[in-house]
């Protein structure tokens, strides 16, 4: 069964902490996404990477960092330099991560960090 | 940036057709045009995506006019369960300055049906 996973889907965090979300994939697409979702808004960009052992900021990756060590897997850490981490997120999958808006990303179900 | 403005919501009952226009005066030329769906608590998931004139699957239609500056989705005969946030989101290239790959979600439209 092909898809995009996340875990955990709730996540608790005292300040001061680092912590790791996990995200992974099993469709081979190329290239993953972070996002992160504030309540009433839309997405914003945090990292992406389009090919393994690569990644690239995003519009708000301030006090956050990735790694791609494989192709399957793209986990991301909320750092204590985030002033604001509670938040959802989301990860996402496409398939070439071409800057052709026809590459669809599928989305995992997020994670729900709250910071205690 | 190739931004796109949708109704912050919209109200339907149960059966109706309901129609989203979403505005994107500066798409570019070799952008296609994307929406989402997305229910509380979940990630989007992809609806439909088109270029021009009339695309159309098993979950809505999308009608895009020659001059590509705006595009309506359009769900057919809506149940309860339509009910979510629909994002119209249009291509950020290299070119742009934008992130590379990505594509940028607004507020989107929430869309709430009614018995």
């Not at chain 1, 393994?52 to 204590?80: C, H, M, W």
């Not at chain 1, 604001?84 to 991560?97: H, Q």
């Not at chain 2, 929406?35 to 989007?44: A, C, D, K, L, V």
Request: aromatic share 10%; with cysteine; hydrophobic share 30%.
């Amino acid at each position: 069964d092909g898809g995009i996973t996340q875990s955990p889907k709730y996540l608790f965090r005292k300040e001061g902490q680092n912590v790791t979300l996990s995200c992974e994939q099993n469709l081979n697409h190329d290239a993953m996404y972070w996002y992160r979702q504030d309540p009433g808004q839309g997405l914003r960009l945090i990292y992406y990477s389009q090919i393994v052992n690569d990644f690239q900021k995003g519009d708000i990756a301030e006090g956050y960092s990735v790694s791609r060590e494989k192709k399957e897997s793209f986990p991301l850490t909320v750092t204590s330099a985030q002033k604001n981490p509670t938040a959802f997120y989301l990860c996402a999958s496409s398939m070439r991560g071409s800057h052709s808006s026809t590459d669809t990303q599928y989305f995992g179900p997020g994670t729900r960090l709250t910071v205690l | 940036l190739a931004k796109t403005t949708q109704p912050i919501s919209m109200d339907s009952y149960e059966g109706q057709e309901v129609n989203i226009t979403c505005s994107h005066n500066n798409i570019a030329t070799n952008d296609y045009i994307t929406w989402y769906q997305q229910f509380p608590s979940q990630g989007p998931r992809f609806i439909i995506q088109g270029y021009k004139t009339k695309v159309t699957n098993e979950v809505a239609s999308l009608f895009i006019p020659a001059d590509r500056k705006s595009s309506t989705l359009s769900l057919p005969r809506v149940s309860l369960s339509d009910t979510a946030v629909y994002y119209c989101l249009v291509g950020a290239g290299e070119r742009d300055g934008g992130s590379q790959g990505n594509l940028i979600f607004g507020k989107g439209t929430k869309l709430s049906v009614k018995p």
